[in-house]
């Protein structure tokens, strides 16, 4: 007889490894950026729309127009943060991006300060500093390899700094609708603008190869779909902080995975920097709960 408690946390496991597979699909997708950005949240969204438009159709019926701008706002991030984010992995190394990519918590924190005036700990500033530190230390060593791998790991940063806004505005939309309205809106809000980002630059969606286009729809249902929605499961069961400090498996996912699948071996800059950043997020999550349990 299987034991319940044990389901939460196969649950997150769960999650950590199908986000870890989102850069390995990205880089086994020969197309453009925008392109894989666009079909990823493009299938996710048509595959959440039966769901959302039998389950949830009277509760979209009755959105406000305030909610609807939230809404257009948070897919607006969305739509931004895996743009930068994705095209970062056309310069600098999967281990680079995803750690960088995964300073959200940091940006969130900082923007909570400045437009929320919630107060930054002391325990939140070292976990900041820490991971800035970490970072100044991958930078240094991209920075040896060329210009090239410092422009990723500044699009990966831009990535986080557009996903902070996405959960920013999140928080506040998910008062007042459920997880399924909340994440067809958003999901199908940020295609809508990938894809008129695509035609406005002329990107094609016919002509690539079967394996790139499997690797669209397998980004759309393992990272997206059965990741983040095994994520949104876990926080049913078990302490927000806990989950959120638990995805930062995903870093070390990715680079193990890049290391097997694309031969990626991450430098000692690399490893040393992203175990800081790591554990600087780690420091300042624990922070912001403490400050949350506070409050």
């Known amino acids: 007889m299987s034991n319940p408690t044990i389901k939460p946390y196969l649950?997150?496991?769960?999650?950590?490894?199908?986000?870890?597979?989102?850069?390995?699909?990205?880089?086994?997708?020969?197309?453009?950026?925008?392109?894989?950005?666009?079909?990823?949240?493009?299938?996710?969204?048509?595959?959440?729309?039966?769901?959302?438009?039998?389950?949830?159709?009277?509760?979209?019926?009755?959105?406000?127009?305030?909610?609807?701008?939230?809404a257009l706002l948070s897919g607006?991030?969305?739509?931004?943060?895996?743009?930068?984010?994705?095209?970062?992995?056309?310069?600098?190394?999967?281990?680079s991006s995803v750690v960088f990519v995964s300073t959200s918590p940091i940006f969130v924190g900082l923007a909570s300060h400045s437009l929320l005036k919630e107060r930054v700990s002391p325990q939140m500033f070292l976990g900041i500093a820490v991971s800035m530190l970490g970072g100044?230390?991958?930078?240094?060593?991209?920075?040896?390899?060329?210009?090239?791998?410092?422009?990723?790991?500044?699009?990966?940063?831009?990535?986080?700094?557009?996903?902070?806004?996405?959960?920013?505005?999140?928080?506040?939309?998910?008062?007042?609708?459920?997880?399924?309205?909340?994440?067809?809106?958003?999901?199908?809000?940020?295609?809508?603008?990938?894809?008129?980002?695509?035609?406005?630059?002329?990107?094609?969606?016919?002509?690539?190869?079967?394996?790139?286009?499997?690797?669209?729809?397998?980004?759309a249902v393992v990272p997206q779909i059965i990741g983040h929605s095994s994520f949104n499961w876990a926080l049913a069961y078990l302490p927000a902080t806990f989950v959120g400090v638990s995805t930062l498996g995903e870093p070390v996912g990715s680079t193990i995975l890049a290391y097997f699948i694309l031969s990626e071996i991450p430098t000692l800059a690399k490893i040393g920097g992203g175990v800081l950043i790591l554990a600087g997020i780690y420091v300042s999550s624990r922070a912001e709960s403490v400050a949350g349990a506070e409050g």
């Open 76 to 95: 607006l991030f969305l739509g931004l943060h895996f743009a930068t984010w994705i095209s970062s992995l056309e310069y600098t190394s999967v281990a």
């Open 136 to 219: 100044m230390i991958i930078g240094y060593g991209d920075l040896g390899l060329g210009a090239r791998e410092l422009f990723g790991d500044l699009l990966a940063i831009a990535g986080a700094v557009m996903v902070s806004g996405y959960f920013l505005v999140g928080r506040r939309l998910r008062r007042q609708l459920s997880l399924l309205s909340y994440i067809f809106l958003v999901y199908a809000t940020a295609a809508s603008f990938l894809v008129a980002l695509c035609l406005l630059a002329g990107h094609p969606f016919s002509g690539y190869s079967r394996q790139t286009y499997l690797m669209f729809f397998l980004l």
């Open 11 to 70: 649950g997150l496991a769960t999650g950590i490894v199908a986000v870890s597979f989102a850069s390995i699909f990205i880089r086994l997708a020969e197309a453009p950026s925008l392109v894989i950005a666009a079909c990823r949240l493009t299938i996710a969204s048509l595959i959440l729309a039966p769901a959302a438009l039998i389950r949830a159709k009277e509760e979209l019926r009755t959105l406000t127009r305030g909610d609807l701008q939230l």
